[in-house]
């Protein structure tokens, strides 16, 4: 019997079926530190650490938005580009029941329910990027390309300062 890696998550195991290469960065995770606590903890930008929020449109369908840790998601530009009324956060509850991640830990790859993806334009200006790995304190560096190729995501100009 195998022992599992303790880094080893559903986004992990998905990625490395892919043959993708990655980098995991752990860290020590805080409450509500988000996408800013990460990257000050890793030493990184946070414009190129990838916050990954379930949103849902006014009809309840989810939808996945990759955004830079240091900006906010204009909804309604988003709406806009998803051919919506309205685009909102979901409840972290349903968040999850979406994802099958505890939030905090929603990995863009091995949704439980397949979503659109929207990836913010400016990911792909990055040299690399780091996206939420499965798990709270658990972060996966790569290059933004590669992300655009696994997830086909829609590019979102949707960003605001936050």
């Known amino acids: 019997m195998s022992e599992r890696h303790p880094t080893e998550t559903p986004a992990t195991a998905w990625l490395r079926r ?5 980098t995991l960065h752990p860290y020590a995770y805080v409450e509500h530190g988000g996408a800013a606590w990460a990257a000050q903890a890793l030493g990184l930008d946070a ?4 916050k990954t929020l379930v949103m849902q449109d006014q009809a309840a369908r989810p939808l996945l938005v990759l955004m830079h840790g240091d900006r906010e998601v204009s909804t309604r530009q988003l709406a806009r580009l ?3 009324k309205q685009v909102r956060p979901c409840a972290p509850e349903v968040a999850e029941r979406h994802s099958g991640y505890r939030v905090g830990g929603t990995s863009p790859f091995a949704l439980r ?14 040299p690399r990027v780091y996206v939420n790995g499965g798990r709270r304190g658990l972060l996966l560096g790569m290059p933004p390309g590669l992300l655009q190729q696994l997830l086909q995501p829609t590019l979102a100009d949707c960003a605001q300062p936050g």
């Open 18 to 22: 892919q043959a993708a290469e990655f």
């Open 47 to 50: 414009h190129a650490v990838l």
């Open 82 to 84: 998803h051919g919506t």
């Open 113 to 126: 329910k397949p979503m659109p993806v929207y990836l913010a334009v400016g990911a792909l200006e990055l």
